[in-house]
């Protein structure tokens, strides 16, 4: 069984250069690589710079999810800007994890079970998609706590932790992912700024049961206009273990 999955930073539908608001662009990019989960982070709902719309609304509809979850996270006005996650496959027990530390910026993480396939027993992957923190002690105890909650602590639940990690030099994917198990799907995955990429701020993270088939950073010139992040992308085949099956 395989899927594509994709994150995004997409800076509210505001172009990193040009500073011009065109949802449409993100849904373009989005588009052209046909994912079956896409994680978004800075998704505005509410907010005068992006036209009062719920923009999670207005993406799931152009790129035809029926299944997608939101999460606020900062306050704009009298509107929010956050994570969300669409997928072609059933989202279930949807868990806002709070992430924020001192006097730092709202920041949350949002988990989700997917359900690859309702026909068959435990063809599920657990979903984190976050948006950490801009300082190395905030990323530090924001790693932690997502480490630590009961869905991660399974260690049988195949998972993937993506998303805006703020982390340039992976320094907290070696000390913190990889010794709980977890592979880095895109190494040294430059993606911001969009316009001329230097630093490897995005990563997808995986464990358990996933066979990773493919990954790359879009580079096309409309990812490099439409926010001020470039989107990374993972092709994944997930394998289902029988009963009965062994190691031997």
């Known amino acids: 069984m395989r899927f594509r999955l994709i994150t995004y930073n997409i800076h509210k539908g505001i172009g990193g250069v040009d500073r011009r608001y065109d949802l449409q662009r993100i849904i373009d990019v989005i588009s052209s690589h046909a994912p079956d989960i896409v994680f978004l982070q800075e998704v505005?709902?509410?907010?005068?710079?992006?036209?009062?719309?719920?923009?999670?609304e207005r993406l799931a509809n152009a790129l035809n999810f029926t299944n997608y979850i939101y999460q606020r996270n900062v306050s704009v006005g009298r509107g929010h800007y956050g994570n969300?996650?669409?997928?072609?496959?059933?989202?279930?027990?949807?868990?806002?994890l709070e992430l924020k530390v001192a006097i730092k910026k709202n920041?949350?993480?949002?988990?989700?079970?997917?359900?690859?396939?309702?026909s068959l027993p435990d063809a599920s992957v657990l979903l984190c998609n976050t948006h950490l923190g801009l300082s190395g002690l905030e990323r530090r105890v924001q790693l932690r706590?997502?480490?630590?909650?009961?869905?991660?602590?399974?260690?049988?639940?195949?998972?993937?932790?993506?998303?805006?990690f703020n982390d340039v030099w992976a320094e907290h994917g070696k000390?913190?992912?990889?010794?709980?198990g977890f592979k880095c799907a895109?190494?040294?995955?430059?993606?911001?700024?969009?316009?001329?990429?230097?630093r490897s701020l995005d990563a997808v993270y995986y464990r358990g049961d996933l066979n990773l088939l493919n990954s790359y950073t879009c580079t096309s010139k409309l990812a490099r206009q439409a926010s001020d992040h470039l989107p990374v992308i993972a092709d994944f085949e997930f394998l289902r273990r029988l009963e009965g099956d062994s190691d031997s």
Not at 86 to 93: K, M, P, T, V, W
Not at 107 to 118: F, G, Q, Y
Not at 147 to 162: F, K, S, T, V, W
């Open 44 to 56: 505005d709902e509410g907010v005068r710079r992006s036209g009062f719309e719920s923009q999670v």
């Open 84 to 96: 969300a996650i669409l997928s072609n496959f059933i989202l279930e027990n949807q868990v806002d």
């Open 186 to 198: 895109v190494n040294n995955a430059k993606t911001f700024p969009a316009a001329m990429p230097v």
């Open 175 to 180: 000390k913190f992912m990889l010794p709980r």
């Open 107 to 118: 920041r949350r993480a949002l988990i989700s079970r997917c359900v690859l396939d309702s």
């Open 145 to 164: 706590r997502i480490l630590g909650i009961d869905e991660i602590e399974e260690q049988n639940l195949p998972a993937i932790l993506g998303g805006d």
